[in-house]
C-alpha cells in the first residue's frame, strides 16, 4: 500500500468504528471528509452568507467538471452533470432519432437502470432490442461482439455487472463497434473510480455514472460524458434556460442551444453535490486509478481466501484478472442469501444479498484488519 493510499484511510471517520464491517461499496459508498467538507462548503454559502456570487460558483462547477473529466480521460466540455445514472441512460435512449431497421443490444441480466430505458423508448418507437443471455451471471464479450451487426445502432454494456462483478473488454467491444459505425454506451457506476477509462482512446461513445458507490461521493449527482458522435445525435434532448450559449440574456428566447453535451444541464445545478463529487474526483485522480485498482485486487485477492477458508461459498465472480473488479459474490448454496445478509447486519458486517447470492464489495482504502470481524 502507497503512502498516498495508506494516507486516504484517515478521510474515512467511520473506521474508527472497529466493530463496524463495511463490505458493500457497490451499493453506497462511505463518504469521506474531503467530499463532506467540499459540500459543507457550498451549504455553509447558503446558510451564512447568502449573496448571488455566481462567477465564484461557475468557477468552482468548471473545477468540478474538470476533475470529472480526468476520471475517464475527457475533455472538460463533453461532460453534463445528471441526477442519476438512470437520467443519463435515458437522455441518450431518447435523444436519438432513430431509423426504420435500427436496433439496439443489451445484456440479459444486467441491473435495470441499463435495460429499462431502452426498452420502454424501444415500445414508443418500433426499435428492436435483442438481448444477450448470461450463463451462471456471466456473458461472453464474444457473443455480444458477434450480435453486433450496421443495423446495431447502439450497444450498452455495464463496465462491471453489478452481481457477477465481470469487468468488460471495452477494446474489443469498441473495435467491433467502429466497424460497424455502432454508438458504444457504458454505464459506468460500478467500476468509475476504481477501472481505468480512456474514453478517447477506447473510443468510448457514451459513459454515465451516479457517484455515490465506488466514486465515495454525494447520492443525487452524477456524470454523462458524450463523444462527438453520440452529441450530434441526441437531438431530442429536453432544454431548459441555462441549455443555450447566453443564458444570461433572459429576453433572448430566439437563442441557439450549446452545441456541448453541456446543454442536458437544464437549470440550477445540484452545486453542493456537484462540488463533491469534483472533491472526490479530484481525490482518486490524484491517487491514479490504476493504482487504486491493483491495490483493490490484491485486497480482494485476499479476502476471497479468508472467505473461501472460513465459509467455504462458492464464487461466482470471475477470476480471470482482466475481467475482475471489487465485486466479488457467492453462491451459498442451502443457506439463504437474504437471511444470511440480515444475520451479518446484525454483528454490525454489511454486504448484499442479490438475486439469491451473496455479494461482497471492499474498497482500496481498506484493509484486511479492517474484516476481522467478519472473517477473523
Known sequence: MTAAISNIRTHFPYLENTSLVYLNHAALGPMPDYVHDAMNSQLYQRHHVVKEDFEQIMSNVADA????????NAQPESIAFIPNTSHGLNLIARGIDYNKDDEILLIDGEFPSNIVPFTHMAKDRNVKVLFIPMKNHIY?????????SPNTRLVSVSLVQY????????????ETCQQ???LLIIDGIQGAG??????????????????HKWLTGPQGIGFIYASEKLNKQL??????WISVDEPWQLSNYNQDLKSSIQRVELGMPNLAGIYGLGASAKALTEIGIANIR???LNLTDELNKAIQQK??????????DDERSGILTYDVGDEDAETLQQSFAQKNVILSSREGLIRVSPHFYQEMRDFEGFVG
Open 194 to 211: 476504481v477501472v481505468p477509462v480512456d474514453v478517447q482512446s477506447v473510443s468510448i461513445d457514451g459513459f454515465v455514472s451516479g457517484s
Open 180 to 182: 460497424n459505425g455502432t
Open 294 to 296: 491493483e491495490t483493490l
Open 140 to 148: 461472453s464479450m464474444d457473443q455480444v461482439c458477434d450480435a453486433i
Open 235 to 240: 437531438v431530442h434532448a429536453p432544454k431548459g
Open 65 to 72: 467538471r474538470t476533475s470529472t473529466a480526468q476520471l475517464i
Open 163 to 174: 452481481l457477477s462483478g465481470q469487468k468488460a473488454d471495452l477494446q474489443q467491444l469498441s
Open 311 to 320: 465459509f467455504g461459498w462458492k464464487q461466482l465472480s470471475p477470476k480471470q
